[in-house]
């Protein structure tokens, strides 16, 4: 890894307000990277909107052409890499996937098709199948969205094919920024602690049409568990950081505060199992 400064976007996302969200997205972008901002994370969903009954607009053909090419252009003008949530088509009449764009100044990294849906979306949309890692200066990352982080695998699975960094954009509604941001704590930390990798996180903000109300809550961890830079709040906000590489060598040179090299996978077989 290699140092990084990172950004994490606590932004209003209007359902169906696709041309609007672009431009809000395209302000904060402008504003993270004049702030010299290498990677910009945008919330779940927050090009398209979160709804789940109806669902949000799904893109797809010349509208997912076009959405992806006004990032595209974002992070070309910018030189940050982009990753910004929307619904995503799926093929013959399938369901749509919940999705993370992830594209950089050279053009598309890839995308991340959220893999574990809440009990409520899995009527709406359909799970994705795959955990990539992506890679930008000498840097990886992987991205768990929203409901996903509260599964220490995938969090471990990512670690392990080489991530560095967990970003972990949110759509979480209801309860205050600080209830919110205490919530996350209980288990993003963990995901950051136990992993030995820095995680980055930013939730929506603000009510919308959809009757959801999201309390605006960032938080940047180091792979000590320990908070890098927060924010909990009512309003659009930027949190900015430095993820050093010292930092990720420093526990993952430690013998002691380094655990996936001490694993047994031998012994966890029943971890494929569905519990009773």
């Given at each position: 890894m290699e140092d990084l400064r990172v950004a994490a976007v606590c932004m209003h996302a209007v359902p169906q307000g696709i041309d609007q969200n672009l431009e809000r997205i395209?302000?904060?972008?402008?504003?993270?990277?004049?702030?010299?901002?290498?990677?910009?994370?945008?919330?779940?969903?927050?090009?398209?909107?979160?709804?789940?009954?109806?669902?949000?607009?799904?893109?797809?053909?010349?509208?997912?052409e076009k959405a992806v090419a006004r990032l595209?252009?974002?992070?070309?003008?910018?030189?940050?890499?982009?990753?910004?949530?929307l619904?995503?088509?799926?093929?013959?009449?399938q369901p749509p996937y919940i999705t993370q764009a992830v594209i950089a100044p050279g053009g598309v990294l890839g995308f991340y098709r959220k893999t574990h849906l809440s009990p409520p979306e899995k009527a709406t949309y359909q799970p994705g199948s795959e955990l990539p890692v992506f890679s930008f200066k000498d840097s990886s990352f992987g991205i768990q969205i929203c409901y996903e982080t509260h599964f220490p695998e995938i969090s471990t699975a990512l670690a392990l094919r080489?991530?560095?960094?967990?970003?972990?954009?949110?759509?979480?509604?209801?309860?205050?920024?600080?209830?919110?941001?205490?919530?996350?704590?209980?288990?993003?930390?963990?995901?950051?602690?136990?992993?030995?990798?820095?995680?980055?996180?930013?939730?929506?903000v603000g009510?919308?049409?959809?009757?959801?109300?999201?309390?605006?809550?960032?938080?940047?961890?180091?792979?000590?568990?320990?908070?890098?830079?927060?924010?909990?709040?009512?309003?659009?906000?930027?949190?900015?950081?430095?993820?050093?590489?010292?930092?990720?060598?420093?526990?993952?040179?430690?013998?002691?505060?380094?655990?996936?090299?001490?694993?047994r996978p031998d012994l966890y077989g029943s971890l494929s199992k569905t519990p009773h």
């Open positions: 395209e302000r904060f972008a402008r504003e993270a990277a004049a702030r010299k901002a290498d990677i910009i994370c945008f919330p779940e969903v927050a090009v398209t909107g979160y709804k789940v009954t109806p669902p949000t607009p799904t893109l797809q053909g010349k509208a997912w595209s252009n974002i992070a070309r003008s910018t030189g940050a890499v982009i990753l910004a949530g619904v995503e088509g799926a093929p013959q009449e080489g991530a560095e960094i967990l970003f972990m954009p949110h759509a979480s509604p209801r309860g205050t920024p600080e209830e919110k941001r205490n919530s996350w704590m209980r288990h993003l930390q963990a995901r950051a602690f136990d992993n030995g990798v820095f995680a980055v996180a930013c939730n929506q009510e919308t049409t959809g009757g959801l109300s999201y309390p605006g809550v960032a938080l940047i961890l180091g792979p000590d568990g320990h908070i890098v830079a927060e924010y909990a709040g009512r309003q659009e906000e930027i949190l900015i950081a430095d993820l050093k590489a010292d930092h990720l060598h420093a526990i993952r040179s430690h013998r002691m505060r380094y655990f996936l090299p001490n694993r």
